[in-house]
């Protein structure tokens, strides 16, 4: 039903430019009653950050930016949803437009700056649905005109800790100016060990908000191992891998779009983005979970996130194309997969990491 409604909603929807038409879609799911989430096969299940993930499939941060329709989204099958990007105070983000469809390369060029109504907005809706089901979180950032970012970042986990099951600090946003230099080896660990004190200061009394960390996926190996060993040794809950690319890989059929500035993903950030995730699960050495998030647009790419180490997969920009019929085909895919191997998700996480490392995949 969900496909088949897309399918004619699609030609309408991409007949407008990218920005309105997804303004649309939330308002649309905004106005769609709340319905519980549809029950999953059990072999789907994932234990992970000592919590119960009903299926491994989440919606990757940017898509309910304001956090508008976590449960929504949720009734349409994920298994979590990750909302956001939040900063502590509102911000128009960048000129439209800043959102550009490369229909040929199945891609999407953004360059949105954090758009935001802010933390305040956020806590309040975020407070209008406690109680509820499901697996929330939310993406953190920095506003652009900020004099001390690490303390807007401290500012949201206070102030979002008992609201979200996890927190996704982020630091590689390539919309920002200066905001992946905090991927710095010194920024990271001061970043790292003030947002933990902070979480750990607010959760006291209630179970433990997870902090997360997302990475660019345009990072040096050497820049990648001083993110894990710094990561490790600051208590971050988890790894997600990764963010949108800056690089314009010389296979992009939309030449002219490409030129946009701004961050990529969708299809073409599916092989550099799995084999960074490959490469982090290799340094973490099982240590923390990993998520994968990149170019996932099918079962078999979900699938090869979580060879490569993901414990969960997150996707946003295959909706634009796919539909959200694609949250279902994907589990149902995971399932054939998982039934035709004789093998669970645990046994396959992080399987083929090294091959995939080296670009076999």
């Not at 089901?133 to 807007?152: C, E, H, L, Q, Y």
Request: glycine content about 10%; overall charge neutral.
């Amino acid at each position: 039903m969900i496909g088949a409604l897309f399918s004619l909603a699609k030609p309408a929807l991409h007949a407008l430019d990218a920005e309105t038409a997804h303004q649309l879609t939330i308002r649309g799911l905004s106005l769609m009653p709340v319905m519980p989430t549809p029950a999953d096969d059990p072999s789907l299940s994932v234990e992970v950050f000592d919590k119960t993930f009903p299926n491994p499939v989440g919606l990757a941060a940017g898509f309910d930016k304001q956090c508008e329709v976590p449960d929504q989204l949720l009734g349409l099958g994920f298994g979590f949803v990750e909302l956001g990007g939040v900063v502590p105070k509102q911000q128009a983000g960048n000129p439209r437009p800043r959102v550009f469809r490369l229909t040929q390369d199945e891609a999407v060029i953004n360059r949105f700056g954090l758009n935001s109504d802010g933390l305040d907005a956020a806590c309040r809706r975020l407070t209008q649905r406690r109680g509820r089901p499901g697996i929330v979180g939310v993406n953190i950032g920095a506003n652009k005109d900020s004099v001390d970012r690490i303390a807007d970042y401290v500012l949201c986990i206070q102030r979002l800790c008992g609201l979200a099951d996890f927190l996704t600090i982020n630091v590689s946003s390539p919309n920002t100016p200066g905001l992946r230099d905090l991927q710095g080896e010194a920024f990271l660990d001061d970043l790292l060990a003030r947002s933990i004190g902070a979480r750990d200061k607010a959760d006291q009394g209630r179970s433990k908000t997870i902090i997360l960390l997302k990475i660019a996926p345009d990072i040096s190996l050497d820049t990648l191992d001083a993110i894990v060993a710094t990561a490790l040794k600051r208590g971050i809950d988890g790894l997600t891998v990764s963010n949108t690319t800056v690089a314009r890989p010389e296979s992009l059929k939309e030449k002219a779009l490409a030129s946009e500035t701004g961050g990529l993903s969708g299809k073409p950030l599916f092989v550099p983005s799995t084999k960074l995730l490959a490469e982090a699960f290799l340094r973490v050495e099982r240590k923390i979970p990993l998520i994968g998030v990149g170019g996932v647009d099918s079962a078999e790419a979900a699938w090869a996130k979580i060879r490569a180490g993901a414990s969960l997969v997150q996707f946003y920009s295959a909706m634009v194309y796919k539909g959200p019929g694609l949250i279902g085909d994907i589990k149902s895919g995971l399932v054939q997969t998982l039934t035709r191997e004789k093998t669970s998700l645990a046994q396959a996480i992080g399987r083929d990491a090294s091959a995939i490392a080296r670009g076999e995949f």
